[in-house]
């Protein structure tokens, strides 16, 4: 992932390079974008991000600079996080090799309907970050494992919450990124291929489960930065 400080044309290949030395690899899989923001060279790795460092990403040599890298055999993919559909469509407008991936957040909870749509025709696969609502972190939330209507839906169906939610957001042909620290919810979170939603289940996923954003980006937001609302950090979406 480059980090916003980095996000500059100069800096890029740089950056890429500086990991794999430390990770002591050729190359990577995939590198992405973390989101379509710049931040002023040298800004520390932290998510208390001084306002005053944001700054607008420069999507056409960005870009390239990342498009350099997959020539040059240091990452066989290159992707984009957290970017609207609007977004996407001003990164590929200059483009040669389009993103593979949009990693967002995605979940019952927030279905992101329309960015799915937009990346399925320009075939750009989506990474659903925040599948279970990111609960316990300082910006998660109750709305997936809380749910009524995914928990009548396990109970119904002998799962768990949590594998309700995975193997809707697989059924809609995204990847999925899932963390924990236990053996056992591992163990269950791989047993999400063996069985379907069925067209009732996907109904009341699909209607009955309230709309919301849990990574609402505001420390991305600032009165003299490139977004100054988080309508115009997420484009409405």
Same mark, same amino acid.
């Given at each position: ?17 500086? +990991? ?5 690899? =050729? #190359?990577?899989?995939? #590198? ?17 991000? %001084? ?7 420069? #999507? ?7 498009? =350099? ?5 240091? &990452?066989? +993919? ?26 967002? =957040? ?23 970050? +925040? ?5 316990? &972190? ?30 809707? $957001? #697989? ?6 990124? $899932? ?16 069985? %379907?939603?069925?067209?009732?289940d996907l109904e009341k996923i699909g209607h009955e489960i309230p709309q919301r954003r849990v990574? %609402? ?14 309508? %115009? ?5």
């Open positions: 992932m480059l980090w916003f400080a980095d996000a500059h044309a100069d800096r890029v290949l740089p950056a890429l390079q500086n +990991s794999l030395r430390n990770l002591k690899l =050729e #190359y990577v899989d995939l #590198y992405m974008l973390l989101f379509p923001v710049s931040l002023k060279p040298g800004s520390k790795i932290t998510m208390d991000i %001084e306002k005053d460092d944001l700054l607008p990403l420069d #999507y056409k040599s960005v870009w390239a600079a990342m498009e =350099e890298c997959q020539n040059l055999g240091f &990452t066989k +993919s290159i992707g984009v996080s957290n970017f609207s559909s609007k977004k996407l469509q001003e990164l590929m407008a200059n483009a040669k090799i389009p993103p593979a991936v949009n990693q967002v =957040e995605m979940s019952p909870a927030f279905q992101q309907k329309n960015l799915r749509e937009y990346c399925k025709a320009h075939n750009i696969l989506i990474i659903a970050i +925040s599948v279970l609502g990111s609960n316990g &972190t300082p910006w998660g939330s109750n709305a997936v494992m809380g749910s009524e209507v995914l928990n009548q839906i396990a109970m119904a169906r002998g799962k768990f919450v949590a594998q309700v939610s995975m193997r809707w $957001v #697989y059924e809609q042909g995204a990847a999925l990124v $899932v963390k924990s620290f236990s053996e056992k919810n591992m163990r269950e979170n791989l047993k999400i291929f063996d069985w %379907e939603l069925t067209k009732e990574l %609402e980006g505001h420390f991305l937001v600032s009165a003299n930065g490139p977004f100054k609302s988080l309508e %115009e950090l997420w484009d409405g979406n």
